[in-house]
């Protein structure tokens, strides 16, 4: 074996690492860790962990508090319609019910020729972030469309 191939010869070229023979730093290498340094990490960590932690549930609480709108609005349409197709009182209640969020309160009312319908739910969670989510859904009588009293118009002409 030749010398220029590397080996263990004479003519071989040792090179060293910059951490040194035995994988050490040297004394003025300027990436060894001082050891004012040395707590940084876990102290920004005991500080952001628990800030993204409480980020995360503020978004989670968000989510379930929009959820349970979408949910108010529905249960809102669905009495609605149920009550301007005529069905009684205890079924349009129980169409809203279906639809609404837990703990929800359904009022159905009538004025003139429309329903109304509004609901109304508590966000769930501490008191703190505690919020009345509100909707309300009107829907035209179908007993009074086309009925007695009412003037039918020709819209083509006469």
Do not use: K, N, Y
């Not at 005991?46 to 609480?61: G, R």
């Not at 968000?62 to 009182?89: F, K, M, N, T």
């Not at 129980?94 to 969020?101: K, N």
């Not at 008191?127 to 009345?132: C, D, G, I, R, W």
Request: charged share 25%; with cysteine; net charge positive.
């Amino acid at each position: 074996m030749r010398s220029s191939e590397g080996g263990t010869g004479q003519g071989a070229v040792r090179r060293h690492s910059p951490a040194g023979a035995h994988g050490r730093r040297r004394a003025g290498d300027p990436g060894r860790f001082r050891s004012r340094d040395r707590g940084a990490v876990t102290a920004e960590a005991a500080v952001v962990i628990p800030v993204l932690v409480a980020f995360t549930m503020a978004l989670l609480w968000a989510l379930v508090a929009a959820a349970d709108q979408i949910r108010c609005v529905d249960a809102a349409r669905a009495g609605a319609r149920a009550a301007a197709r005529s069905e009684p009182e205890a079924a349009v209640l129980a169409a809203a019910r279906d639809t609404a969020p837990r703990r929800a309160r359904v009022e159905v009312g009538r004025a003139g020729d429309l329903w109304r319908v509004r609901v109304e739910a508590p966000t769930p969670g501490p008191a703190v972030l505690s919020l009345t989510l509100r909707a309300e859904a009107v829907a035209l009588a179908e007993d009074t469309v086309g009925g007695v009293g009412h003037d039918v118009v020709d819209v083509d002409g006469p």
